[in-house]
C-alpha cells in the first residue's frame, strides 16, 4: 500500500500545527509525503509550515514551506503561483484551515461572524478558485476539504459561526463533486469529531473547568471512549486522496469514532449501555 501518492504534488493549506504536537494538516502533510506526494506546506504562521516541511525532509521527502493567510485572494493565487513554479502541477488539494470562536447570534458581533465565515468557508472556496483551473488543464485532482462534526450536529459549545460556515463548506464540497466530476475532479469531506488536537487547548478549553476535565467530557461524548488524533483524520485524507478512492466524489465522510450514529443530547447524546449480566 505504500506510494499511494507516488509522483503527485500535494497543496496543502493550514499544514502547520496551532501547537505543540500533531494537528490534522501537520499530520495530513507528512503522511502524503511518506506516501510518494511533493508537498507544498502552506500555512498562516511560516514557522509552522518550516516545522512541518523539515520533518518531511527529516525522512527524506520533499516539501516547500510558504506563508499565506487563506482569506487573502491574491495570497492564496500566490501560494498556487509558486506551487507551480516549484512542482510543475497540482494534483491534491487539502483545505485544511479552520478555526473556532465561541458566542451565540446575540454575543457575536458581526466581525467576528465574518471572520469565522471567512477562515472556514471562504479560505476553501479561494483555494479552489485558484487551484481549479490548474486541475482542469491536467484532466484530473482530488480535493479534500477538512469540515466538522459540527456541519451536522449542535454540541454544547455556542459555536454558531464555525456551524454555519461548516455546513456551508460540506454543501460546497458536495456542489464542486457535481460540477466537475465530468472532468475528472473529485471534491470530498472530512467531518472529525472529537479530536485531540492542539487546537482543542488553545479554542475550546475556556468552556470546561481545565484540561483534564475536558479531555474527560470530550472523551465520554464519543461511543469508543475516547477523542481521536491528527492521525485519524489524516489516514482518511490519504485515502480520499488516492486512487483508492477513484469513486468516490461528493462524500462528507464522519471521522467521529461513531459519534455522529448517537441521538438525543444536542452534544451527542451517548448514553453507554449498562454492562451486560455477569460483565461488570
Not at 31 to 58: K, N, W, Y
Not at 90 to 99: C, F, K, P, Y
Not at 237 to 256: Q, R, T
Request: glycine content about 12%; charged content about 20%; overall charge neutral.
Amino acid at each position: 500500500m505504500a506510494g499511494r501518492l507516488a509522483g503527485r504534488v500535494a497543496l496543502v493549506f493550514g499544514a502547520g500545527s496551532s501547537g505543540p504536537g500533531w494537528g490534522n494538516g501537520k499530520a495530513t502533510a507528512v503522511l502524503f509525503a511518506r506516501e510518494g506526494a511533493r508537498v507544498a506546506a502552506a500555512d498562516l504562521r511560516p514557522e509552522a509550515a518550516q516545522e512541518t516541511c523539515s520533518i518531511i525532509a527529516g525522512e527524506g521527502g520533499e516539501a516547500a514551506a510558504i506563508a499565506a493567510d487563506v482569506t487573502d485572494d491574491e495570497a492564496v493565487a500566490a501560494v498556487v503561483t509558486e506551487t507551480l513554479a516549484r512542482f510543475g502541477r497540482i494534483d491534491v488539494l487539502h483545505n485544511n484551515v479552520g478555526a473556532t470562536e465561541m458566542g451565540d447570534p446575540v454575543a457575536l458581533s458581526a466581525e467576528r461572524w465574518r471572520r469565522q465565515l471567512e477562515v472556514n468557508l471562504t479560505g476553501a472556496f479561494l483555494a479552489c478558485k485558484h487551484v481549479l483551473p490548474v486541475m482542469l488543464r491536467q484532466g484530473k485532482g482530488a480535493i479534500v476539504n477538512v469540515s466538522s462534526l459540527a456541519a451536522e450536529r449542535i454540541s454544547a459549545y455556542p459555536h454558531f459561526g464555525y456551524y454555519a460556515a461548516k455546513a456551508g463548506l460540506n454543501h460546497f464540497t458536495r456542489a464542486l463533486a457535481v460540477q466537475y466530476g465530468a472532468r475528472g475532479i473529485r471534491a470530498n469531506a472530512i467531518m472529525p469529531g472529537v479530536m485531540d488536537t492542539p487546537m482543542i487547548y488553545a479554542q475550546i478549553q475556556s468552556q470546561h473547568a481545565d484540561r483534564e476535565a475536558m479531555r474527560r467530557a470530550r472523551s465520554r461524548r464519543c461511543p469508543m471512549g475516547r477523542m481521536g488524533d491528527a492521525w485519524d483524520v489524516a489516514r482518511a485524507a490519504l485515502f480520499l486522496a488516492s486512487d483508492e478512492a477513484g469513486y468516490i466524489s461528493g462524500a462528507c465522510l464522519p471521522v467521529d469514532g461513531g459519534l455522529s450514529c448517537c441521538s438525543g443530547a444536542p452534544d451527542g447524546g451517548f448514553v453507554p449501555l449498562p454492562p451486560a449480566p455477569g460483565q461488570g
